[in-house]
Nanobody
C-alpha cells in the first residue's frame, strides 16, 4: 500500500502562485512515476503533469507549460507542483497519484489517469478573477 497526502491548495487571485506538495509513504518501489491531475466540477479528471522518479523526466499538459513546474525531493519522498501565473480556469481539485506499472521501455510518464494505481485525497485550488 502507498499513502499519498496532498497539501498547499487554497484561494489565490489570478496571476498569483501556489505550491502543492504530495508526500508519499508506505511501500517503496524501484520504478514508478508520480503525477498531478485535476478535476473541476462537472468535468472529467485531467492530466496536469508527471515525473519519472528515477530519471526526473517530466511531462506537462499544454495548458500549463511555462507556468507550472513539477519536481521531487527523493529524501523526503515528496513531489511538488509549483503553479505560477494562475488563471481562473486552473480552478479544480488537484490530486497526486502514483503509476507503478508503466512499461520499462517507455521514456516519459503516462497521462491517462486510469493507468495510475494510488491516489491522494485531493486539495482544492481556487483562482479568482
Amino acid at each position: 500500500q502507498v499513502q499519498l497526502v496532498e497539501s498547499g491548495g487554497g484561494l489565490v487571485q489570478a496571476g498569483g502562485s501556489l505550491r502543492l506538495s504530495c508526500a508519499a509513504s508506505g511501500r517503496t518501489f524501484n520504478r514508478f512515476d508520480m503525477g498531478w491531475f485535476r478535476q473541476a466540477p462537472g468535468k472529467e479528471r485531467e492530466f496536469v503533469a508527471a515525473i519519472r522518479w528515477s530519471t526526473g523526466t517530466t511531462a506537462y499538459t499544454d495548458s500549463v507549460k511555462g507556468r507550472f513546474t513539477i519536481s521531487r525531493d527523493n529524501a523526503k519522498n515528496t513531489m511538488y507542483l509549483q503553479m505560477n501565473s494562475l488563471k481562473p480556469e486552473d480552478t479544480a481539485v488537484y490530486y497526486c497519484a502514483v503509476d507503478l506499472s508503466y512499461a520499462y521501455y517507455t521514456t516519459t510518464p503516462r497521462a491517462d489517469f486510469r493507468e495510475y494505481d494510488y491516489w491522494g485525497q485531493g486539495t482544492q485550488v481556487t483562482v479568482s478573477s
